[in-house]
């Protein structure tokens, strides 16, 4: 039956209290207890009633008085509604909790029934941090596939389970340019110096920003999503192995038989497992073009972003002039003349100043001080004077640095990252753009493979990254 159809009418009424985030934290807090519990019959009542005070007190939690009562809807007359006691016979009485009487306990037993545990499950994500989601998700993809490859029965199921865990990943990239958007955005539009600083120290909590950071470290994303690859092509080569011998029975089997039918029984299975497998690397090539395309978004925000600070910085902003603010100030000063006679001699104006009035735009002007003189353009002019290839972006490194680091580190044409390889920030990065150089095509990642990992005297870390040559 449809799990929908059994949620009671008066479900929704949380939704529509006033105390609608006190509720959410008692039915969580009550589930997690639930789950630690020892006993396996659940929490009572008066376990329940007393985790809604402790997290009363806890939360610091200021009950509001509800309006009157909908109809058809009776008070209870034993346990006012503020108490701990009522809270919990109204999330009783609306169906997200469930009261069993036991008879060897004599008294009642809370229980969650099976919709509300996908409502609790959702109150408790959106009270968590969860800032290792997208580690848990390559962990868990390549566990399945390693777990597969090692199975000797190669149970399709774990298969279903990888594929459906880097469809949640893909999403998870997605939202994740969608939050980068709105950060730079927010970031964009701020009028302040002290507005910016305030959403920079914000981002120090924020959650996309923690993904990002472990998606870019090479412990993680990097790490596990070569091993994955170099997984899916090994079963698929196993799978395609096993296809041919069956192929080959088959021609020797007479039809109808028990032996002809389970052979055709693990063709189809050979063939499923192709397109589940199939289908992964397709998620995965997504996964790759969307994570690219994540680091790039950053880069074109963050230039945004660093093009406003620094106009806020140089230029200030149009809303609060201060020449406006000296006008003002002027004005209402009995002072006026000798602040603005002493101004013009600390200034030196080439001519003298004049007080703007309502006519002052209306009277003749002298044509002869604005006359227009073009000026001739110096063809001796350094190049390096010329400020507009500033906002040009300049690569970190050229082709020949990375060519001449490859060449360094090559032995009888195999490039081997080694513990003298990486002396310095800048050799890390190159060697990281060496491993997306090479990568880049789906022939070339064959030459690719990672040999565990080397941890330098500078603390830096990094995988022992073997590139052969290609055939």
């Known amino acids: 039956m449809i799990l929908k159809k059994k949620i009671p009418n008066d479900f929704y009424k949380l939704f529509r209290t006033k105390n609608r985030e006190a509720y959410m934290q008692f039915v969580t807090a009550i589930y997690e207890e639930n789950n630690e519990v020892y006993a396996s019959l659940g929490l009572t009542q008066e376990e329940c009633a007393l985790i809604i005070e402790n997290t009363i007190e806890k939360s610091k939690i200021v009950w509001q008085e509800e309006d009157d009562m909908e109809e058809g809807e009776t008070p209870d007359a034993l346990f006012p509604s503020d108490s701990p006691s009522g809270m919990l016979n ?15 306990l004599n008294t009642c037993v809370i229980s969650f029934p099976e919709y509300s545990q996908l409502y609790v499950e959702l ?61 730079f955005d927010e970031l964009s539009s701020q009028k302040h110096f002290i507005g910016i600083q305030q959403v920079l120290v914000e981002e120090i909590n924020n959650s ?44 020797s089997l007479e039809t109808g038989t028990l032996l002809q039918k389970r052979n055709e029984y693990r063709l189809q299975y050979c063939e499923d497992t192709s397109r589940i497998v199939m289908q992964l690397e397709r998620e995965f090539d997504m996964i790759e073009r969307k994570y690219n395309k994540l680091i790039e978004q950053k880069t074109v925000f963050a230039k945004r ?46 001519s003298q100043f004049k007080n703007i009035t309502d006519n002052s735009f209306a009277g003749r002007r002298d044509r002869g001080d604005g006359a227009f003189a073009p ?23 050229t082709r020949n640095e990375l060519q001449s ?66 055939k």
């Open 90 to 104: 109204h999330l009783i009485r609306w169906g997200w909790l469930k009261s069993d009487f036991d008879e060897k």
């Open 123 to 183: 109150f408790k994500k959106l009270q968590s941090d969860d800032d290792s989601r997208e580690r848990e998700s390559m962990l868990s993809i390549y566990s399945a596939l390693f777990t597969y490859h090692s199975d000797n029965e190669k149970n399709n199921d774990i298969l279903k389970s990888a594929l459906r865990t880097s469809k949640s990943l893909g999403q998870l990239l997605s939202n994740m340019q969608d939050g980068m958007r709105s950060y």
């Open 208 to 251: 996309d920003s923690k993904k990002y950071a472990i998606l870019t470290t090479t412990d993680s994303f990097y790490r596990y999503k070569e091993a994955v690859k170099e997984l899916i092509s090994e079963i698929l080569n196993e799978n395609d192995e096993k296809k041919a011998v069956l192929l080959k029975e088959k021609n």
């Open 305 to 350: 972003a660093l093009a406003r600070i620094h106009y806020i910085l140089q230029e200030g902003v149009s809303e609060e002039d201060n020449i406006i603010k000296l006008i003002n100030l002027l004005d209402r000063s009995e002072k006026k003349d000798e602040i603005l006679v002493e101004m013009r001699e600390r200034i030196r104006f080439s």
């Open 375 to 397: 000026v001739m353009l110096d063809e001796e002019i350094d190049a390096r004077e010329q400020h507009m290839t500033d906002f040009v972006p300049k690569p970190l490194y």
């Open 405 to 470: 680091f490859r060449r360094k580190n090559t032995v009888d044409g195999v490039f081997v990252a080694t513990e003298e390889t990486v002396q310095s920030v800048e050799d890390l990065e190159k060697l990281l753009f060496l491993w997306q150089e090479e990568t880049e095509e789906r022939l070339a990642e064959d030459t690719v493979s990672v040999d565990g990992e080397i941890r330098s005297e500078d603390g830096l870390t990094y995988s022992r990254l073997v590139i052969g040559q290609n």
